[in-house]
């Protein structure tokens, strides 16, 4: 999936840059930006230069600035064909194949590859498991006895075993490895010894010829002593002062500067030649002593050379799970280094796999039982974590196929179980459980139902709160949760009814929404009256059509209300009343039929007090405010309550008075004005 996702990042990063310029086919004249402002990193064009005009994308907002390309290239939608079309395609693709491979990660085993081939292949007979531990047994009894070659015999027999693979063969070749470096040692030991022989010979040589130089330089001496001679200064004249010591040079220069040597110049000359003896001596027993301490370290860096490469060995077998080579290789270790005590890490090591030897040779008989008992659930636990610890083990390649098939089955079935849950398939995993637990008397089977329980549980309660969303108009919400109840149980049975009522309502909805704007623009609303109750839920949270829908029901009740009144006073004869009622609610909606036939059926009933009424305000509408006033106050007459007769008088009463005290007053005050200017001329 790694390598997927780089593949998808590197295609987005590919088609970006022709994406943002293919898309943006001009639908006007370009418009120049503003100048760009510099920009330090140089990512993107140069300081001061100006961002090139960039023409309208028809689908969305074109960048205004390089900064904003990514953002449209992931909002803006590509056009079909271009490159960004095609990357988002890919993507789709690259996308669907993911989902795919993570859909068949589970139909992959949860059985390791080497457990799996352990459990289907084939038992080995109970006679060469038995024969092959009684051998290992008496290498080790042979190690402890410190009979190596036997033991190493052994392990050479031990390695022609099938599941040995050759391990044995191998320790038994380090074994005659150091072997043969102790051979090695053997043979330096015995060189060393000669060299010591060597170096007290040259030593009891060094004594003999110093001696035999000490004595030569006595009797030097003494001839010189009685030829007179001292401490000369070596120019022949005898006369020594005692301070020099010319005794060196004196053997080599002739008595008196003569040409030939002096008779005393002999003894002085085999004094030399013995000094020169006695250097070659003492450096031949130096050289014996350097060739011993050399082969003595050479000896000791073998020795550790070989104890480091063995103790590796035997944590490479520790580590490979060969135990009963472990803790033989520990054994000889002891023997062959002749260590009373092993080094640690080698002594856990030894321990460790001593353990796990008795442990799997117990739990292989522990298994046998379970098996028989159908308990696989156990059965199985002690045979992974055996075959885990200690996969080399020979009696477990002792355990019959058949038996083994089963905890392979038992495996298999558990991971159908789980690729169940994962997928949510419910239905299938109750079957599932139920012959598993049948089948195995051991598996519980309380939390993978406990599981179920609470993801179903969970299903009805996204589903519950998926309708109540929905009855509340929170359609968002609604789908969100009718989502949530589908990925928690897919095959929910309830979840197929209910988003299918779900939609089904939604689209009775969008059709009553539809029929509920033609029912506003016709002014139909006896029909917006008669079905308010599904075209409330339509326009639910919809505030325009809410305040319409308001409005057309109250004009169908001001009007039923005006009509139940009517017939109320038609019932009580009151035809003048009647006919009034229902002239008023057809001020407020002149368009409703049932107004205007139940009016004009009332006016043949009260047609005097109608025409009375008709003709006031004909005659109020012309301007003629004294001949309405007479007419209204004759349908008075007729019918003293009638609202619209006393509301008429009351206005032109009113509109009479108020016009005459507007004249009153205007005649006054220009009587006062006349009397102001009398005064004024007056004085």
């Known amino acids: 999936m790694r390598s997927f996702g780089s593949f998808l990042r590197a295609s987005i990063c590919c088609v970006a840059a022709p994406v943002i310029h293919a898309q943006q086919v001009p639908a006007a004249p370009p418009t120049p930006t503003p100048a760009a402002p510099a920009n330090p990193g140089g990512a993107v064009g140069r300081p001061g230069e100006q961002a ?84 290992y047994d008496k290498a080790v ?7 190596v070659g036997p033991a190493v015999e052994i392990l050479i027999e031990l390695s022609e075993y099938s599941w040995d693979a050759a391990t044995s063969e191998q320790l038994a070749n380090r074994v005659l490895a150091i072997w043969d470096m102790r051979r090695n040692q053997k043979d330096l030991t015995a060189l060393n010894e000669r060299l010591r022989e060597k170096a007290r010979s040259a030593a009891h040589n060094f004594d003999q010829e110093s001696n035999d130089v000490v004595k030569k330089m006595r009797e030097n001496d003494r001839r010189r002593a009685r030829n007179g001679g001292g401490g000369g200064n070596g120019n022949g004249n005898g006369n020594g002062n005692g301070n020099g010591d010319d005794r060196g040079n004196s053997a080599f220069v002739p008595a008196g500067g003569g040409g030939g040597l002096a008779p005393s110049a002999t003894p002085m000359v085999d004094a030399v030649v013995g000094k020169m003896e ?21 000896m000791k860096e073998a020795e550790n050379k070989a104890r480091k490469d063995f103790a590796g060995f035997i944590r490479v077998l520790h580590e490979k799970q060969w135990h009963h080579q472990t803790k033989l290789a520990a054994d000889f270790y002891r023997v062959l280094f002749g260590d009373g005590d092993l080094p640690v890490e080698v002594a856990q090591m030894a321990s460790t796999s001593g353990e796990m030897i008795q442990r799997v040779r117990g739990n292989v008989k522990v298994f046998e039982f379970q098996s028989g008992q159908s308990n696989y659930s156990s059965a199985t636990k002690i045979l992974q974590e055996d075959f885990a610890s200690a996969p080399n083990h020979p009696v477990l390649r002792g355990i019959k196929r058949v038996e083994k098939l089963k905890v392979a089955d038992y495996l298999t079935r558990l991971q159908k179980i789980q690729n169940l849950i994962e997928a949510r398939d419910f239905g299938n995993l109750d079957e599932l459980l139920q012959k598993l637990t049948n089948d195995v ?38 789908l969100a949760e009718f989502k949530s109840a589908s990925e928690a149980w897919p095959d929910n049975p309830d979840l197929e009814t209910a988003s299918e009522t779900f939609f089904k309502t939604q689209d009775v909805l969008n059709k009553s929404t539809v029929e509920f704007d033609r029912a506003v623009r016709e002014a139909n609303y006896r029909h917006i009256f008669d079905k308010s109750i599904e075209y409330g839920a339509a326009v639910k949270g919809d505030g325009d059509r809410e305040k319409q829908l308001r409005l057309a029901l109250e004009k169908v009740r001001d009007a039923e209300t005006a009509l139940e009144k009517a017939k109320l006073f038609e019932q009580n004869g009151d035809a003048f009343g009647a006919w009034e009622t229902l002239e008023l609610a057809a001020k407020k909606w002149p368009e409703d039929s049932n107004l205007n036939r139940r009016r004009a059926d009332l006016a043949m009933q009260a047609s005097e007090f109608v025409s009375k009424i008709s003709k006031g305000t004909k005659e109020e509408a012309s301007g003629n405010h004294g001949v309405a006033l007479t007419y209204y106050l004759n349908a008075r007459a007729d019918y003293p309550p009638s609202t619209m007769a006393n509301e008429s008088i009351k206005r032109l009463g009113d509109r009479i008075l108020g016009r005459r005290q507007a004249v009153r007053a205007k005649g006054e005050t220009t009587e006062n004005s006349a009397e102001e200017r009398a005064e004024t001329s007056g004085n």
Do not use: H
Not at 142 to 147: I, T
Not at 447 to 472: D, I, T, Y
């Open 52 to 135: 090139p005009a960039t023409p309208a994308a028809p689908n969305a907002t074109p960048p205004k600035t390089d900064s904003q390309a990514l953002e449209y290239f992931y909002n803006g939608k590509p056009k079909e064909g271009t490159a960004g079309s095609k990357a988002a395609l890919l993507s789709e693709l690259l996308g669907d194949k993911a989902k795919a491979l993570d859909a068949l990660a589970g139909v992959g085993s949860m059985i390791p590859p080497g457990f799996e081939a352990y459990l289907n292949s084939e038992e080995s007979e109970a006679l060469l498991i038995e024969t092959y531990e009684s051998s």
């Open 441 to 478: 008397k051991d598996f519980d089977a309380t939390k993978p139902r406990a599981l179920v329980r609470a993801v179903k549980r969970e299903s009805q309660m996204r589903l519950g709160m998926a309708k109540l969303a929905a009855q509340q108009g929170d359609l968002e919400k609604a």
């Open 278 to 298: 006695l250097t070659e001596e003492y450096l031949r027993g130096l050289e014996a002593r350097a060739s011993i301490k050399l082969n003595e370290v050479q």
């Open 141 to 147: 009894d042979l190690v402890r006895k410190r009979q």
